[in-house]
């Protein structure tokens, strides 16, 4: 039987940080495989992440009674800082003007005291209209709020798992392109053996043509070299 250059084994690539291998391709059977290796504080940060995401996503606009009553207290402290400011402006005006008309008229009973009393009462409900509209817009302020920071609390752990996934494919990448260049090499090796060797093959077939032309004698030579190139 004739012989044969064997093929080269698959070349398998690795990707070493500080003498600790983290990413490895290699062929297994049929399949060309590529791990990558995470170290003990990478594997404890990307389970983090990935628990932290699916457990917040599903009450991301979902507020609990702890959270609510958070929500009433901050409000409840802004309204009664807004009341304190409008009584701060009104309640010494009605003081001066009290003393103002006891000291002028003696009594309260007179047109000077009625139209400055409904003067700043008028004032006074103009103040606590604006506060009113204030604290609904606050409400909406502090939802919005709660809401935005769990967003960019979402956000955040999707950055790290981008980040953590493209530090994986990276090495992966650099892990294959190692394999692909030793197997590049084992290619270009096993041809350039194959082509060695093709050059005798092609010796020995054109002798065998010309011998098979010089008769009985001719053809027994040209049969010879045909099974001396098969054994080579």
Do not use: C, W
């Amino acid at each position: 039987m004739g012989k044969s250059s064997k093929y080269p084994a698959y070349s398998a690539g690795t990707i070493k940080v500080n003498g600790q291998t983290k990413a490895q391709t290699y062929k297994r059977g049929n399949n060309v495989i590529t791990d990558y290796n995470m170290s003990d504080a990478e594997k404890r940060a990307y389970d983090y992440v990935q628990n932290s995401f699916a457990d917040s996503l599903p009450s991301i606009n979902v507020f609990d009674d702890k959270t609510r009553k958070n929500l009433q207290a901050q409000l409840d402290a802004y309204t009664a800082q807004g009341e304190k400011m409008v009584n701060s402006i009104y309640t010494p005006m009605l003081k001066d003007l009290k003393t103002d008309v006891a000291s002028r008229f003696g009594n309260f009973d007179n047109s000077v005291f009625m139209d400055n009393l409904n003067a700043i009462e008028s004032n006074r409900a103009y103040a606590i209209s604006n506060l009113a509209q204030d604290i609904t817009a606050k409400r909406s302020e502090l939802i919005n709020n709660e809401l935005s920071q769990r967003y960019t609390y979402l956000n955040f752990l999707q950055d790290i798992q981008n980040q953590t996934n493209s530090n994986i494919l990276n090495f992966a990448n650099s892990s294959q392109a190692n394999s692909n260049s030793g197997n590049s090499y084992n290619a270009q090796a096993y041809a350039a053996k194959q082509s060695s060797g093709g050059g005798l093959g092609s010796y020995a077939n054109l002798a065998s043509g010309l011998l098979s032309t010089m008769g009985p004698y001719g053809m027994a030579a040209s049969a010879a070299l045909q099974i001396a190139k098969n054994y080579r």
